[in-house]
T-cell receptor, first 110, second 110 residues
């Protein structure tokens, strides 16, 4: 079955510390992976997608097909990074629906 | 920029009422989605539409219906609201893989 797993419901780090939000997936085929972010009282928005191979707000994520992972990383966390983060996978059999992880709430403490 | 708007940010209804949630997108996207977002449960797809007058059930369609008479507008209907439908409802649109979200409607059913 196609599945996205975010093992941590809550991740708490101090400002300036490295942060890694984990995402593992189960999928047979060539997936496209996304990270979405929702800041407090704001809409859910696309943070980055693996095919773009870009860094957004200092975050990067590399697709590791061997480990079926797409972890989100940032070397130095900032307080404004505190948000809910969702990992999602496109269903290539029907490229309209996303399969979502349950989300990780990141708290960056001063 | 993709603009997805939802008719209400907050809505309070009584059990048994018929409730309409409206979503409008201005980017000529073919696909539109309705999700509900609940703490600990992530995003769950209710219905989606890939064309005018076309719809498909998502993961939790029970108690909901949808309408898409025009490409830019996708309505979610609760035929007879119940307290367990109290939730945050998110609308999204896409032309391909990445989805773009509205601000959400927080519905409370008393």
């Amino acid at each position: 079955a196609q599945r996205v797993t975010q093992p941590e419901k809550l991740l708490s780090v101090f400002k300036g510390a490295p942060v890694e939000l984990k995402c593992n997936y189960s999928y047979s085929g060539s997936p496209e992976l996304f990270w979405y972010v929702q800041y407090s009282r704001q809409r859910l928005q696309l943070l980055l997608r693996h095919i773009s191979r870009e860094s957004i707000k200092g975050f990067t994520a590399d697709l590791n097909k061997g480990e079926t992972s797409f972890h989100l990383k940032k070397p130095f966390a900032q307080e404004e990074d505190s948000a809910m983060y969702y990992c999602a996978l496109i269903n290539a059999g029907n490229n309209r629906k996303l399969i979502w992880g349950l989300g990780t709430s990141l708290a960056v403490n001063p | 920029d993709v603009k997805v708007t939802q008719s209400s940010r907050y809505l309070v209804k009584r059990t048994g009422e018929k409730v309409f949630l409206e979503c409008v997108q201005d980017m000529d996207h073919e696909n539109m989605f309705w999700y509900r977002q609940d703490p600990g449960l992530g995003l769950r797809l209710i219905y989606f539409s890939y064309d005018v007058k076309m719809k498909e059930k998502g993961d939790i369609p029970e108690g909901y219906s949808v309408s898409r008479e025009k490409k830019e507008r996708f309505s979610l209907i609760l035929e007879s609201a119940s307290t367990n439908q109290t939730s945050m409802y998110l609308c999204a649109s896409s032309s391909g893989r990445a989805q773009y979200f509205g601000p959400g409607t927080r519905l409370t059913v008393l």
